[in-house]
């Protein structure tokens, strides 16, 4: 199989992460739950974890990286966190459900700061607008899930910043192939899924805490057993029940790749894949591709449509040649209405650093055989 689905869920792992997982099913415990030695190499496995993540996205103490179930997880308590009901916050035009569920559960005002596709000015300056002073939180999504649209988060940031408003990042995907710093973002908050661009496994995520946390569940955590209220220090306030310790010690390990690799390298090569990808499509009578003119605007993501022919059709023939793309909506609506694809959807190829040119040329043949039939 051709898997080009990366955007959801990156199949092709490091080989150290399933040997990490593997080892940990058997050896390692509960970490914070006894003093035997499963427990204590459970408790290490996630502190190193929390150590090089650390490293990789300049958070100083190890204890400000809490361990979630994905990003969606960690977006929910970064909101819940900072945002009530009726409060004023802005998002760009490009966000996941993930983001704009939470908000509407809550009853936030959500203000929009609509900008063009690919242009990374129209983006800005609509922030600009609307960083009132009554705005009580700023979340934005560093890289779109549908069109690999790069966002310029650290301008955003640094206007954040300037007027005392918390921004709230979401990384999903950008953790792992663009750098990240939290002290240079100076955010109150950093999302991010595991099994992504990080090629840990799914049912891990991170949140980055730089401001105070509300917890979303509430249980044991090992550690103050005899109070009702929960610690009120990181990461035991926000991880109640037993720790996901296979998944942590996958995750360790892919975060090691990257960091080994690094973001740079791995970012080039995405960015090459899908680059080749849309210049081979543009030239297939009837496809459109969602494409930036400058290259440093979009990520290893892209969209394309085929005139006269449905985008779930599309996938579904693909799938059937064993290339595994995503079509549809892709869990963010908000986005396609930016873009004017929310009635039609789009397919979506996503590379990672393990997808090569000769994958990206079969997927070509394969688009111009459906156009031909």
């Known amino acids: 199989m051709i898997y080009l689905d990366c955007a959801a869920t990156t199949l092709q792992k490091p080989p150290a992460v399933a040997r990490a997982v593997c080892s940990a099913i058997h050896h390692a415990a509960s970490p914070g739950r006894g003093g035997h030695r499963p427990a204590m190499l459970g408790a290490e496995l996630a502190f190193r974890c929390r150590q090089e993540a650390g490293a990789l996205f300049q958070v100083d103490d190890p204890e400000q990286v809490v361990f979630t179930f994905n990003a969606t997880h960690a977006l929910n308590i970064a909101i819940r966190s900072l945002v009530g009901p009726g409060d004023p916050v802005v998002i760009s035009g490009w966000e996941h459900n993930a983001v704009t569920r939470p908000l509407h559960a809550i009853g936030a005002e959500i203000r929009i700061a609509q900008g063009t596709l690919f242009d990374q000015a129209s983006v800005l300056e ?148 899908a680059a080749a990808a849309g210049r081979y499509m543009s030239h297939i009578p009837g496809v459109t591709v969602y494409q930036a003119v400058r290259p440093e605007a979009q990520a290893g993501v892209l969209s394309f449509t085929m005139e006269g022919i449905d985008c779930e059709m599309i996938g579904e023939a693909l799938g059937k040649q064993g290339i595994a793309v995503r079509s549809g909506l892709h869990c963010a609506p908000l986005a396609h209405r930016s873009a004017g694809t929310l009635e039609c959807g789009t397919v979506r190829v996503s590379f990672s650093d393990f997808n090569t040119h000769s994958e990206t040329e079969r997927l070509v043949q394969a688009i111009k055989q459906l156009r031909i039939r």
Do not use: W
């Not at 799914?202 to 005899?226: F, H, R």
């Not at 926000?238 to 390298?265: M, W």
């Open 126 to 273: 609509a922030f600009a607008r609307q960083l009132t002073p009554d705005v009580k939180a700023v979340i934005c999504n560093h890289v779109s899930n549908v069109f690999g649209f790069i966002l310029p988060v650290e301008a955003i940031a640094k206007l954040c910043q300037e007027q005392n408003i918390p921004f709230i990042l979401d990384a999903s995907q950008s953790a792992g192939c663009i750098p990240i710093g939290m002290k240079q973002l100076h955010a109150a908050f950093i999302a991010m899924p595991g099994h992504k661009g990080l090629y840990g496994p799914q049912g891990t995520g991170l949140l980055l805490c730089g401001t105070d946390t509300v917890p979303l569940l509430y249980g044991g955590t090992g550690s103050l057993s005899a109070r009702q209220d929960m610690p009120d220090f990181l990461p035991d306030r926000l991880e109640a029940g037993t720790h996901n310790v296979p998944g942590i010690a996958g995750l360790l390990e892919g975060i090691r790749y990257v960091r080994t690799r690094g973001t740079g390298a791995i970012l080039a090569r995405e960015r090459a894949l």
